[in-house]
């Protein structure tokens, strides 16, 4: 485990995060727990907000790609850093509301945004819809039309780079449900056809090329292209798009195969980003655009982690040891999809030492429900409490009541001080909006 300010092993040999015990916060909140720490996620939010500030001027706006960990809490956090957000849906937008956070500073992404949603958004007066499909746009103006304003509006486009963790590859056409490809044509004839909607404002394009990247040089290879875009598009229609949204995707430490990215890293890619804009700008004599990024995971990965208690063991000799833990892929179904990598510690004995490889199991009915597989643990016996590193992007997010089990708890951790900002489901919500036809009895 790579240790950080906040995510250390205390005195008691216990697993500390924000200053409180692990295994006191297993025994307060019971367990599956999800816990995030306050301050590292505000050092992130920070961490981008305050490299716009210095090497761009502050000409530009973090958003905060919601869709990695949404509740009320997390809107609060991100505004108070004075950063915006991206939501993908009415629920996002809905939550980000409920948390009192501007619309202003709120961007509407999604390949197929329903008619409700688009109308929520022009309502309610988000800071820009970024369009993916001619029938987006032409209800888009249609509802803008209908209420008498001028939507903002980003076009998501594909650059042609694909970014994979720690390569890209750069392709000619984009195979891809998201966007419009630039090399075939399809995102210059989109432009022509937004220019000609009266009641949209077109502020600029959009592109995020991948998620839990680490080569550089893949952001810096999208933004010198969609910049080239911006010129050619200047060139032949006389429009200088005023906004350059670059999308998330900047990798985060899960096991020892990753990195160990600190904020000044990250203020890095940002830098190198910028410097490629600035550098196209003056090539193509460009005004710089308001630059938009949409950092998720790099603010609330590493910030999270889940606590879960040890419960049945079984070993099969030569072949596996299982090791299942009170909560699985309905709370975490990353290992699920993606065969995901995680740390996993004994929180309990934090400087034990590894002496096996064991496979975290959940308590799912499907045998594809792990959630770490052949990780190094000391001993460990049932009633242990296990630490998963690094969750909380993407977990909570994906989780569902599969088997109907509770989505666990969420607390914030600062200072030694825990407080719950997503509340333990209970059998009553399980059962909320079952309905028995009167016909059933
Ligand atoms: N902007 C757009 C348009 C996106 O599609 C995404 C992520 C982001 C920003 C944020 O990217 P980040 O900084 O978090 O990498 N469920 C998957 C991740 C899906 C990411 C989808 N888009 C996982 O668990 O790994």
Not at 20 to 45: H, N, S, W
Not at 102 to 108: H, Q, S, T
Request: with cysteine.
């Amino acid at each position: 485990m790579h240790q950080r300010e906040t995510l250390k092993i205390n005195g008691k040999g216990h697993l500390e995060i924000g200053g409180c015990d692990c295994v006191d916060l297993a025994k307060q909140f019971g367990t599956p727990l999800y816990v995030f720490d306050e301050k590292y996620i505000r050092k992130m939010a920070r961490t981008y907000k305050q490299t716009i500030d210095l090497n761009y001027g502050g000409n530009g706006l973090v958003l905060y790609a919601s869709k990695a960990f949404s509740c009320k809490a997390i809107y609060k956090i991100a505004d108070s850093e004075g950063i915006g957000c991206d939501v993908v849906s009415g629920g996002e937008l809905y939550t980000a509301f409920q948390a009192g956070f501007p619309a202003k500073k709120i961007y509407f992404h999604g390949n197929n945004k329903t008619v409700e949603e688009l109308t929520e958004a022009v309502k309610s007066g988000v800071g820009g819809v970024i369009v993916d499909s001619y029938r987006e746009a032409d209800i888009l103006d249609g509802i803008a039309k209908a209420k008498g304003v001028r939507q903002n509006v980003l076009i998501r486009i594909n650059p042609g780079v694909e970014a994979h963790t720690h390569a890209y590859i750069q392709t000619a056409r984009t195979d891809s449900k998201f966007g419009f490809s630039i090399s075939d044509g399809t995102a210059y004839n989109i432009t022509t056809h937004i220019l000609t909607l009266k009641n949209l404002n077109l502020q600029g394009f959009h592109c995020h090329i991948g998620s839990q990247i680490f080569e550089k040089q893949s952001f810096v290879l999208a933004a010198n292209k969609v910049m080239d875009f911006i010129a050619d598009v200047k060139a032949k229609l006389n429009f200088e798009a005023a906004t350059l949204n670059i999308g998330g995707g900047f990798g985060i430490h899960y096991t020892d195969d990753d990195p160990v990215l600190t904020e000044k890293d990250y203020a890095e890619y940002l830098t190198m980003l910028i410097d490629a804009i600035k550098a196209k700008a003056g090539e193509h004599k460009l005004s710089l655009p308001y630059l938009l990024i949409e950092p998720g995971r790099s603010i609330v990965g590493e910030a999270g982690i889940t606590l879960y208690t040890v419960g049945a063991i079984k070993d099969i000799p030569g072949i596996k040891k299982y090791v299942a833990i009170d909560g699985g892929m309905f709370e975490n179904p990353r290992y699920a999809l993606y065969q995901s990598k995680y740390t996993v510690v004994k929180a309990n004995d934090m400087n034990a030492e590894c002496t096996q490889k064991v496979t975290i199991a959940g308590k799912c009915c499907e045998s594809g429900d792990l959630i770490a597989v052949d990780v190094p643990l000391p001993e460990v016996e049932s009633g242990d409490i296990l630490a998963v590193l690094s969750t909380g992007a993407y977990n909570y997010s994906m989780a569902s009541n599969y088997n109907r089990n509770f989505i666990p708890q969420a607390i914030l951790v600062n200072d030694g001080k825990a407080e719950t900002i997503i509340k333990k489901q209970t059998y009553e919500d399980l059962v909320r909006n079952d309905v028995i036809p009167e016909r059933l009895g």
